[in-house]
């Protein structure tokens, strides 16, 4: 029988996914906050035949967390092209704001990241949730969630009309008669909308996949409908099948909107794990983790990650009407504030509950229970396959490589080799269309 391949990104944060990741393994904590540490932990994923490595990033540095666990962020795009320049295959996945980056400047940032890489470069947009980036930017205020979404939308039209600027036939080299390139084919991007106006062209030709493959990862209903409109791949909390095909419905119906095919969008949903040779041994890894988690730290992340002044709130005590109408408009801080009104429960014994990824899936068991529950979510058209996000990074990616790595390819669920160069032809994604005249009017009048 035939079964579907699971597609494979890994999440790769310094220490690992769990705030203690960085505490229970037996490697320098300073030397894995390096870029050499990363680029090892990439070469493991390649080594892995993952579909792709991923970055996240925020404009901002939250200084408490500081304390507690690794809060190294290096600039995601440089780090692709330094990943890149040790890598052959493997897709680069790097998070960068619509927010807080100009479009033009990003654009050709991300280009350049995919010529150097052959075209294995990824884009997760993101619109930034925490109101403290604003200050870095001489901002007065934090754009609202809706407004930071339509912003968005149009950053995006315009990256794609700059990147599509170049036909493929523009760069010419002619010696003979003295042509380099044909500028009759190489487009301006005249763009004009309610946010950016940009008017020239790239100094980057087209780049090997046309386009960086697009990411997004917002569940909320705005998020939802960018995705549908934008994404090629989608990073989303869901904690159950069921969950899962819930999402699915409402990407695909939101895809149709937009004009595009149901399945133009691969659903990747995060899947923290903790993973042991038998459940007894991935349960007390999983209860080393959490005992070294320090109480304060928790409830102060867990208010962080909705969006809450920590100073408001009595750990002690339920999480008022007042204090939970402040929180963000995200999928994850919806999900905290939501739990917070089910249970009633005092905040830092909530905080004590929710562990790993708001909302999301995390999984304790045997690298065969793994490959099980992967092969489940594909075949029941929950997801595509999965964000993996190690709870201890490099020990539990390189258990993941060796241990259910093998049981997935011995199940028709994984490659046994790259069959393509670039991230499209890892995703199983086709090349972005080259528009027409019309079809680039037609995404000045959709932005403006």
Do not use: C
């Not at 930034?128 to 339509?150: I, L, Q, S, V, W």
């Amino acid at each position: 029988m035939t079964r579907r391949r699971a597609h494979l990104n890994v999440f790769l944060t310094v220490g690992g996914y769990h705030e203690s990741g960085w505490l229970v393994q037996e490697h320098d904590p300073v030397e894995a906050a390096s870029v050499e540490s990363l680029r090892r932990s990439a070469q493991t994923a390649e080594r892995g035949l993952l579909d792709s490595v991923f970055f996240a990033d925020s404009p901002n540095l939250t200084l408490f967390r500081a304390g507690y666990f690794p809060q190294v962020r290096f600039d995601p795009i440089t780090l692709l092209a330094s990943i890149g320049a040790v890598t052959e295959r493997i897709g680069l996945f790097a998070t960068a704001s619509t927010t807080y980056n100009a479009p033009y400047e990003l654009a050709r940032r991300l280009a350049t990241a995919d010529h150097a890489t052959g075209g294995r470069v990824g884009w997760n947009v993101v619109t930034t949730g925490h109101a403290d980036a604003a200050k870095n930017f001489g901002t007065a205020a934090h754009p609202e969630h809706d407004d930071r979404y339509a912003r968005a939308a149009e950053f995006v039209e315009v990256a794609r009309r700059l990147w599509d600027g170049w036909e493929p036939d523009a760069l010419v080299g002619d010696k003979a008669a003295g042509v380099w390139a044909d500028v009759d084919r190489i487009r301006p991007a005249g763009f004009h909308g309610t946010y950016y106006d940009v008017e020239g062209a790239l100094p980057v030709p087209r780049s090997p996949q046309v386009h960086p493959v697009l990411a997004q990862a917002g569940s909320s209903p705005a998020g939802i409908d960018l995705a549908g409109r934008v994404a090629d791949v989608v990073f989303t909390p869901q904690p159950t099948v069921a969950a899962g095909q819930a999402f699915r419905a409402r990407l695909e119906a939101a895809a149709l909107r937009h004009g595009r095919p149901a399945d133009s969008v691969r659903i990747l949903p995060g899947l923290a794990f903790v993973l042991g040779s038998t459940e007894a041994e991935a349960q007390a890894l999983r209860t080393e983790l959490e005992e070294r988690v320090d109480p304060e730290l928790r409830w102060r992340n867990l208010a962080f990650n909705a969006g809450l002044d920590h100073a408001r709130i009595d750990p002690t005590r339920p999480l008022s009407e007042e204090v939970a109408a402040t929180a963000e408009g995200s999928t994850f801080a919806q999900h905290i504030v939501g739990r917070a009104r089910e249970t009633g429960k005092p905040f830092g014994e909530l905080a004590r509950e929710i562990t790993g990824l708001p909302g999301g899936l995390e999984f304790t068991g045997t690298p065969e229970q793994l490959a099980d529950l992967i092969g489940e979510w594909v075949d029941a058209g929950a997801s595509d396959g999965f964000t993996l996000q190690p709870t201890t990074l490099p020990d539990s990616l390189e258990h993941f490589v060796d241990h259910v790595v093998p049981i997935l390819q011995q199940r028709g669920r994984h490659r046994t080799a790259y069959a393509g160069t670039t991230l499209r032809d890892h995703l199983d994604l086709p090349l972005p269309a080259q528009p027409t005249g019309d079809t680039a009017a037609g995404a000045v009048a959709a932005g403006a």
